[in-house]
């Protein structure tokens, strides 16, 4: 039976760099698609490094040079491949001021929002406080600045990270990506049958918007799952 909008569900972390850049193409698609106040979206959690240490005394860098055992100047070479990618699509990426960071506690920090209608609010407030602004976001006075910013108590923020709230969400979120071979991130899945990868460009993703959403006005179901693959972070390898 058909529901009232149709889902895009969309797996991202907030320190993957090309979630932001793949998010910016498909709300750019979106704002060009004119069935666009019949999608609904809904963000979820992944975490690429679930073991990595918050390091605020370093920069990306740094981070980038030590872990794959490169020169700094190969790091911010790589690096600065992916700031022109961005650039590309609008976006400022400060990788000298980046804070390598666990991404957990801004994954709980959306599940808080997500209770407000402000998740997409909050995810764009942590990637630019991560990529553009240098904010460390496993901080929780950061969060709780942040989730002001867009309209959160910052005293329920502190609460919800002190007293470990979201977490079976966050763990829920990342499962349920297995469950569906999600194995790297931006990955986008429409009507829950059509998966795509990467951070495709916007002409790309207004495509596979208007598709899916003849397919779902259609009420066609069952189909198997298809890959659309691009640029990606993939779990257990740095970006």
Request: contains cysteine; proline residues 3%; glycine residues 8%.
């Amino acid at each position: 039976m058909k529901t009232n909008k149709m889902k895009v569900e969309i797996w991202s972390d907030t320190t993957c760099p090309f979630c932001y850049i793949g998010k910016q193409n498909f709300e750019n698609a979106l704002s060009q698609f004119g069935n666009s106040s019949g999608i609904e979206i809904r963000w979820k959690s992944f975490e690429l490094a679930p073991g990595l240490q918050t390091q605020p005394g370093k920069n990306l860098h740094q981070w980038l040079a030590e872990m794959k055992g490169i020169s700094l100047q190969q790091a911010i070479s790589m690096s600065d491949q992916v700031a022109g990618a961005a650039s590309q699509v609008g976006l400022k990426y400060n990788f000298h001021k980046t804070i390598p960071a666990n991404s957990f506690n801004s994954h709980r920090f959306l599940h808080l929002a997500k209770d407000y209608h402000l998740q997409d609010k909050a995810k764009e407030s942590l990637f630019r406080a991560y990529f553009t602004d240098g904010k460390n976001i496993d901080d929780t006075p950061t969060l709780m600045a942040l989730g002001k910013e867009i309209g959160l108590d910052p005293a329920e923020v502190k609460n919800a990270l002190d007293d470990d709230w979201f977490r079976d969400d966050v763990t829920q979120d990342i499962l349920e990506a297995g469950d569906r071979g999600i194995a790297s991130v931006p990955s986008f899945v429409f009507n829950y049958k059509l998966t795509v990868t990467g951070a495709q460009d916007s002409k790309t993703f207004l495509k596979i918007l208007e598709r899916a959403y003849t397919e779902w006005q259609m009420e066609q179901t069952g189909s198997a799952l298809t890959f659309t693959e691009g640029q990606s972070c993939k779990l257990g390898e740095d970006c």
